[in-house]
């Protein structure tokens, strides 16, 4: 029996995989209340890793939106049963952005581009949905940490997270990436782009302080962030 087998094999017999729990004083939630069935809006897109312009992937987002709070999503390297989760993604709306400290700000990424170009898609939703949903998506910022990087073929996540970065502009992101994508979803970015050029005219100025990896160079800074995480009541 392999490693995998024996934690699965011992999270049954413990009744935390599919079974009830033996202390029915704590009963489990049903599987629709936990966490990951939360994770509801399906989002695919394209990461850039900071300072590393050269190293580009396409990543798969489940995401789950609370009442209050940013947007969470847990992203993976595909969708079937070998699919791997390979960081984190948090996306605040621009007012959010706009209040946050000035070191902090260096490390999340806009969105217009990702949408105008064509490069973020909602797989399953239907055209109209995806347009609404991009409309408000347009004016909103992310910040992407990757914690495995399967492009290095490592069996397990090595080093530290890695902060990675979004794509503003023409001729960076590698077309190689954006055609596997279009062949595996079935969409056409280049017909993606003209579309929502029609359907999508409120186009928002991304907001100073973000985008700060542009060009290769590397946004994040460690004094800086550690800045950063005091808050703007801590500075």
């Known amino acids: 029996m392999n490693t995998r087998e024996t934690i699965l094999t011992l999270a049954v017999v413990l009744g935390v995989v599919g079974t009830a ?12 209340e936990l966490p990951p069935a939360r994770l509801n809006l ?7 890793r900071d300072g590393h312009p050269d190293e580009q992937s396409d990543i798969h987002h489940f995401c789950m939106a609370p009442k209050t709070g940013p947007i969470q999503c847990a992203l ?7 699919a791997n989760l390979m960081g984190v993604e948090y996306i605040i709306d621009d007012k959010t952005f706009a209040a946050l400290p000035e070191p902090e700000k ?16 909602n ?36 080093g530290r997270p890695e902060l990675m970065v979004s794509f503003t ?7 190689e990436i954006a055609q596997k994508r279009d062949a595996r979803l079935g969409t056409n970015t ?28 590397s946004c994040k800074d460690n004094a800086e962030m550690v800045r950063a995480r005091k808050g703007p009541a801590q500075r």
């Open 169 to 175: 502009k023409d001729g960076v992101l590698q077309p």
């Open 42 to 48: 399906w989002l695919d897109g394209f990461h850039m």
């Open 106 to 121: 260096r490390l999340w990424h806009s969105h217009v581009y990702e949408v105008t170009s064509g490069a973020l898609v």
């Open 21 to 32: 729990r033996a202390d029915d004083r704590n009963p489990p939630p049903p599987a629709s």
């Open 190 to 217: 280049a017909q993606l782009r003209a579309a929502r050029a029609k359907a999508i005219t409120d186009i928002p100025k991304v907001l100073k302080g973000a985008d700060r990896g542009e060009g290769g160079k």
């Open 76 to 82: 993976f390297d595909g969708v079937g049963e070998n």
């Open 123 to 158: 797989p399953g939703m239907t055209q109209e949905q995806e347009t609404n949903f991009l409309k408000k998506a347009i004016s909103t910022y992310g910040k992407t940490w990757h914690t495995w990087d399967m492009a290095l073929s490592h069996s397990v996540p090595l």
